[in-house]
C-alpha cells in the first residue's frame, strides 16, 4: 500500500513539471506569516518549520557543483547550496533573494528584492481642545514629553543634570483616546511624528523585522526637527519571552530585542531628540525588560463629568436645539462608554436629525435624537469599540498559539 501511494505521488510530480514545462512559467509560492507543520510534504523544498525563513542573496552564481548564498539575520553567514528542484541554474544570478530554509539552508523560493523601509512623518491638525476628559493625562504629557521636545526647556533640563523619560507606555482601553493625544501632543510641540502598529513590525523572514525597527529610529534621528516615533499594539512584539517559543516566537524576540538596543540608545548624544511612545491594552502580557525602559500612563475610561466635556468637543461645530442638555446626555451613557462610543453617538444623532427634515439646511439636532442614539448603541445597533482581548483568562502562553 505504501509504495502504491508512493508510485502515485511520483506520478502526480511528473504530471506536475511536464505542464510546467510546457507553460515555460515556475509557480512562485505564496509566503504566509509563518510556514505550518508538515508543508514541506506538498513542497519538496519548503521548510516543515513553525517559524519565520531566512532570507538571503546570491553572491556567486552556479560553478556546476553549488550555488553560494549570503544569508542575513543572526544566522549570517556564506553558505554553498544546491539548485532546488523546480529552477535551473540560470534563475540564481548575482544579486537574486532567495528564502531559505533556517534549519537545513536550502533554498525553499526564489523572493522579490526588497527595499529598505520608508517612514514618512504623520501631518495632523489634532489639538489638546480636541481631546477632552484627560487633563490630567495632557499635564502629564506636557510635563514630561513637552519639556524635552521645546528647545529652551530641554537645555536647562541638561543643566540642571536631570534625566527625563524618553519612553512613555499609554495604557488604556481601545477608544479612550490615545493615539489621539500622542497626535495632539506631535502638533502643539511642532514635532515630527512616525507612526507604525506592533504587528507591522512582524515579518515573515528573520531578521527583517530588527531591519525595519532600526530604520524607523534612523529616519527619527536624522530629522531636523524633535521627533516622536509612536507604537500603537506594541504588545505584538513585547509579550513575555517564554521557554516554549512557538509560531515564530524567537523572530518577535529579536525583533523586541531590537527595539530595546534602539531605546538604550535614545540617553546617548547620538540619540538626538527622540521620544518613543508606546500603546497597548493588555501591558500583562508585556516583558519586564520593555516596561522597566517605560514611564506607564492610564489612559482611563472617562468618567461622567469626562463624557460631557467630550461631548462639547465633538458637538462645538454643530446645531443643537434648546432641548439639548448634555449633562443628560452624559448620564444616560453606560459607565464603560469609551471616547470612541462618544463620537459614535454624536454622529448616530447627527444622522437622526437630517433624517428628519425635508429641508437639511434648516436641521438641528435635538434631545431625541441623541438618546435614540444612545439606545442604539447599547443595544448593538451602531459599531460600538469591541475588545476582543479582554478575556482575563488569557494567559501569555495562549497569545503565541
Excluded at 554553498?80 to 541554474?89: A, I, Q, R, S
Excluded at 528573520?206 to 516622536?228: C, F, H, M, N, T
Amino acid at each position: 500500500m505504501v509504495s502504491k501511494v508512493k508510485k502515485m505521488t511520483e506520478d502526480e510530480n511528473t504530471e506536475g513539471k511536464q505542464e510546467e514545462e510546457k507553460s515555460g512559467k515556475k509557480q512562485r509560492v505564496q509566503f504566509p506569516q509563518y510556514f505550518n507543520k508538515n508543508q514541506g510534504t506538498d513542497n519538496p523544498n519548503g521548510t516543515a518549520l513553525k517559524t519565520p525563513v531566512l532570507r538571503g542573496v546570491v553572491v556567486s552564481e552556479f560553478d556546476g557543483d553549488r550555488i553560494w548564498v549570503e544569508a542575513s539575520g543572526n544566522m549570517k553567514g556564506r553558505y554553498g547550496v544546491e539548485v532546488p528542484n523546480g529552477y535551473d541554474p540560470e534563475d540564481f544570478t548575482a544579486g537574486t533573494e532567495v528564502a531559505l530554509d533556517p534549519n537545513t539552508f536550502t533554498v525553499t523560493d526564489v523572493v522579490d528584492k526588497s527595499k529598505d523601509a520608508v517612514f514618512n512623518a504623520v501631518d495632523t491638525k489634532v489639538t489638546f481642545q480636541d481631546i477632552g476628559g484627560l487633563d490630567n493625562i495632557i499635564k502629564a504629557m506636557k510635563s514630561n514629553v513637552g519639556a524635552q521636545l521645546d528647545s529652551d526647556k530641554k537645555q536647562k533640563i541638561e543643566d540642571w543634570g536631570l534625566e527625563m523619560d524618553k519612553s512613555i507606555l499609554l495604557v488604556g482601553r481601545p477608544g479612550t483616546g490615545k493615539t489621539h493625544l500622542v497626535k495632539a501632543v506631535s502638533n502643539e510641540y511642532d514635532a515630527e511624528m512616525f507612526m507604525i502598529n506592533g504587528p507591522q513590525l512582524v515579518e515573515k523572514f528573520i531578521g527583517e523585522g530588527a531591519k525595519k525597527v532600526k530604520r524607523l529610529y534612523e529616519q527619527a534621528r536624522a530629522s531636523d526637527k524633535p521627533s516622536i516615533i509612536f507604537i500603537d499594539e506594541i504588545d505584538a512584539i513585547a509579550k513575555k519571552r517564554l521557554d516554549d517559543r512557538r509560531h515564530g516566537g524567537e523572530e518577535v524576540e529579536r525583533t523586541m530585542s531590537q527595539l530595546l538596543s534602539e531605546l538604550d540608545g535614545l540617553d546617548t548624544e547620538e540619540g538626538g531628540n527622540v521620544i518613543s511612545i508606546f500603546a497597548s491594552n493588555k501591558p500583562d502580557i508585556m516583558d519586564p525588560a520593555l516596561l522597566n525602559r517605560c514611564n506607564a500612563l492610564e489612559v482611563p475610561v472617562p468618567t461622567k463629568e469626562a463624557k460631557r466635556e467630550i461631548l462639547q468637543v465633538h458637538t462645538r461645530s454643530l446645531d443643537l436645539d434648546d432641548s439639548v442638555d448634555l449633562e443628560i446626555i452624559a448620564d444616560e451613557m453606560e459607565d464603560d462608554y469609551t471616547g470612541r462610543d462618544i463620537k459614535q453617538i454624536v454622529k448616530q444623532a447627527a444622522v437622526n436629525a437630517l433624517e428628519r427634515y425635508e429641508d437639511v439646511s434648516e436641521a438641528e439636532i435635538s434631545m431625541q435624537d441623541f438618546q435614540e442614539a444612545v439606545e442604539d448603541l447599547r443595544e448593538g445597533n451602531l459599531g460600538a469599540e469591541k475588545d476582543f482581548l479582554a478575556d482575563d483568562k488569557m494567559t501569555p502562553e495562549e497569545m503565541f498559539a
